[in-house]
């Protein structure tokens, strides 16, 4: 009896979890995203139930694919996965059904096909090796050394700190410490070891002995049946033919070797214990310097007790070309060497030969600091080929951009001969303003792949947006950009949460959710609570996030009113807005008269355009008109919509002519474009403003160029080839095959649902 209201309870909390994917319930949208949580929660408590959820997410799987509730499936099945790998063991015939759907799921479209297709080959690794999903996850992100399976994931929370208040930084760096303190790599190795016995050895495990055992253990000696675990584990999951049998003897061995000086536990054999998923390794950062996300991932990948010395992970990278990177990030202070030979041949050009020749003063600090060790040849490296260049784009790869703004499914990873060993999940945590910084960062990061490959190897780069909007935005960023509400302020994390149900429900519910949480009173025994909300919601949305969906970086060129000025070039994602500024008094009093009275507000612009078609036909339109501003934007207001393009407000001015004389009104004019030039035929300037940002603001425009940013790796590229080519027109050799645009990947659970 007990059972059956154990089951029925957790079908209802199942159920209602679904009503909430379909928007029911709105009394209750306050609670939106913690339901998810205290399922799991529930089931933590008492890891015997686990079974009974998983049975009941399959049937509810199978109902959603026989009737027309697709928009379950994924929700569903990431709940069940992640169920999967915390559960201490499930049956063979549970695993089986669950494999079998994901095979079915690949007869549908993405990104049903490519979620199906990557937990089906994670689910037959755990039926053939049992513990791998977690085993694997708690390895990566605790950094534990591990031979068979070396990768390294860590958790990167980036906050502008004039975004948000004090309040909510002080809360999460106290949630991101909290969740730490207890997972020592002793603990960790710990919990590796039991859960693999207990998912291969079900019936004939003492888990409360083999507890004891690893308590009493010296540290060399948990490490030492930690490798023995993972060997065994890894090595059947990596076999083609591999029985599960043959793990689970292997398995057998070791839990009587580690029990052998132990006496029997008060445990019954065949009793499940819940065995703790530690948190990921998180990092939280406030976000002062531009450069701030190139030096804590250069840092992720050579910690500076390595910085000067060679390791595995750089081999192949050149002694001299080590130390300029890490020089980058003052991490490393050493005298630069330049590698590549640049004499001339010419016996007075030899650096002996500098005395005689009478080399100027100035010459003697340049070689200082600049030194050249004679005689060295630079070998050709893999890492300079096309290969890692295009890898860091994070699209799927293909060159036209004119499709599809949302590319659901996984970037594919080039063909290279050093594995990507590290991933950087990096959550932005604010609103659009802070991803038009991370848009500007993410440029310069692959400006400088280009120049000098590194990272891009290396490093698999993830990121990750939760927003967040306090009570109070930012007074300067709304009064350069009157237009900036809350909502308009979260326009990107507004299409994800349209186009994943999931993410609205899990994600998009913390951004009003979040300042609360911050603002209650701290607990005194805060430091011991393990089931920390906020850590919770960020480690399942960076563990089960696996589909990101792409957005276009648009590149800006501007140019002042002061002809000595110097152009400037900038980045957007989201937004561009101009305002003109009011006219002074004293510059009112010296205009005419008449010329004030026939022009009205604004001023007159030209727009040079390229009109968007669904023929996909180039067609360049010209304009004149006056307008007091414009706004352009990139976020498109539809899900569905699959035109790349700006949608561009004007605020034109008409004049009309009546019997009071003439009178002028305010139109609106809306234009899609891909890319636009505007230019004020006047001497009157313009404001222009960045993704809602009023730090990116630049005043005296006279006009401006957008357009798709180009992937620097593709202009470097098609640079080279037109140097040996005559066909400047189009794109030939190996530039055809790169991603031309620049294409800015956040996560979600499930990409776009088409």
């Known amino acids: ?25 709105p009394a209750f949208q306050c609670d939106r995203g913690m339901l998810r949580w205290t399922l799991h929660k529930k089931i933590d408590q008492n890891p015997s139930n686990s079974s009974v959820l998983v049975g009941i997410l399959v049937k509810e799987l199978e109902r959603a694919e026989r009737g027309d509730y697709r928009h379950y499936i994924i ?115 710990s919990y590796v070891i039991i859960h693999a016995m207990q998912a291969g050895l079900v019936e004939g495990c003492d888990i409360s002995g083999l507890k004891r055992s690893l308590q009493d253990m010296p540290m060399s000696a948990v490490e030492h049946w930690f490798q023995q675990v993972v060997m065994a584990v890894e090595g059947a999951g990596s076999e083609v033919n591999a029985d599960r049998s043959q793990c689970v003897a292997r398995l057998e061995e070791i839990y009587h070797a580690v029990l052998s000086s132990v006496p029997a536990g008060n445990t019954p054999l065949g009793e499940l214990q819940g065995i703790p998923l530690p948190s990921p390794n998180i990092s939280f950062h406030l976000w002062t310097e531009d450069d701030q996300l190139w030096k804590e991932l250069v ?69 200082s600091r600049l030194q050249r060790k004679g005689g060295i040849k630079k070998r050709p490296s893999p890492l300079d080929s096309v290969a890692f260049l295009q890898a860091g784009c994070h699209s799927p790869g293909a060159k036209p951009v004119a499709k599809l703004q949302r590319k659901p499914g996984i970037p594919q990873a080039p063909a290279a001969l050093l594995q990507r060993r590290h991933t950087a999940r990096v959550v932005l945590l604010g609103d659009d303003r802070l991803l038009g910084r991370l848009a500007q960062a993410y440029h310069s990061l692959r400006k400088r792949e280009t120049r000098r490959v590194f990272l891009t190897p290396r490093l698999n780069l993830q990121f990750y947006h939760i927003p967040v909007i306090t009570g109070q935005p930012n007074t300067l960023a709304a009064a350069n950009c009157p237009a900036a509400s809350r909502e308009e302020l979260c326009e990107v994390a507004g299409y994800l949460g349209k186009a994943d149900p999931w993410y609205e429900s899990n994600i998009n519910t913390l951004c009003h959710m979040i300042p609360k949480l911050a603002t209650m009173p701290s607990s005194p025994s805060k430091h011991l609570v393990t089931d920390l909300f906020l850590t919770d919601v960020i480690a399942y949305y960076v563990r089960m996030g696996i589909q990101p969906v792409c957005f276009q970086v648009y590149a800006v060129k501007i140019f002042f009113n002061d002809p000595a000025q110097e152009p400037a070039e900038d980045v957007f994602l989201t937004e561009l807005r101009t305002r003109v500024p009011e006219i002074s008094p004293h510059r009112e009093l010296a205009m005419s008269k008449k010329k004030t009275t026939l022009d009205g507000p604004g001023i007159d612009l030209t727009v040079t355009y390229k009109k968007v078609v669904v023929s996909d036909r180039v067609k360049e339109v010209a304009m004149s008109l006056r307008s007091t501003g414009l706004v352009m934007k990139a976020i498109p207001a539809d899900e569905v919509e699959g035109l790349v393009c700006l949608n561009v407000n004007i605020t034109e001015i008409i004049k009309s002519n009546n019997l009071s004389g003439r009178s002028f009104s305010a139109v609106a ?21 960045l993704d809602k940002d009023s730090r990116r603001a630049y005043r005296n425009v006279i006009s401006m160029e957008v357009s798709p940013c180009l992937e620097p790796s593709y202009c470097l590229q098609k640079t080279r080839t037109l140097k040996f080519s005559l066909h400047e027109a189009e794109d030939v050799g190996l530039v055809k095959y790169m991603p031309k645009s620049l294409l800015l990947p956040i996560n979600t659970f499930a990409g776009v649902i088409q």
């Open 299 to 367: 840092l992720f990948i050579r910690p500076p007790s390595q910085s000067c010395e060679p390791n595995l992970l750089s081999q192949e990278l050149d002694t001299f070309e080590i130390q300029d990177i890490i020089s980058d990030c003052e991490c490393c202070k050493q005298t630069r060497f330049s590698v590549l030979s640049t004499d001339s041949g010419i016996e007075r050009d030899l650096p002996g030969a500098t005395e005689e020749s009478g080399v100027p003063c100035s010459a003697e600090a340049e070689q």
């Open 1 to 25: 009896m007990e059972s059956t209201e154990v089951e029925s309870d957790i079908l209802r909390r199942v159920r209602t979890l679904l009503r909430e994917l379909d928007g029911h319930h």
């Open 75 to 189: 929700p569903l099945l990431h709940t069940l996965m992640y169920e999967l790998i915390k559960a201490p063991c499930i049956s063979e015939d549970l695993c089986s059904r669950v494999y079998d759907f994901c095979k079915k799921m690949l007869t549908l479209p993405k990104p049903f096909c490519t979620i199906g297709l990557d937990y089906a080959a994670r689910l037959k690794m755990e039926r053939t090796a049992p513990g791998m999903l977690y085993q694997r996850m708690v390895i990566s992100e605790q950094s534990l050394r591990s031979d068979p399976y070396p990768y390294q994931e860590k958790v990167f929370i980036f906050a502008d700190p004039e975004l948000l208040s004090e309040a909510i930084c002080n809360a999460l760096v106290t949630d991101t410490e909290a969740a730490q303190v207890s997972q020592s790599p002793r603990l960790c190795m």
């Open 669 to 689: 004019s809306r234009l899609r474009t891909h890319s636009i030039k505007i230019r004020s035929t006047e001497q009157r300037p313009f404001t222009l403003c």
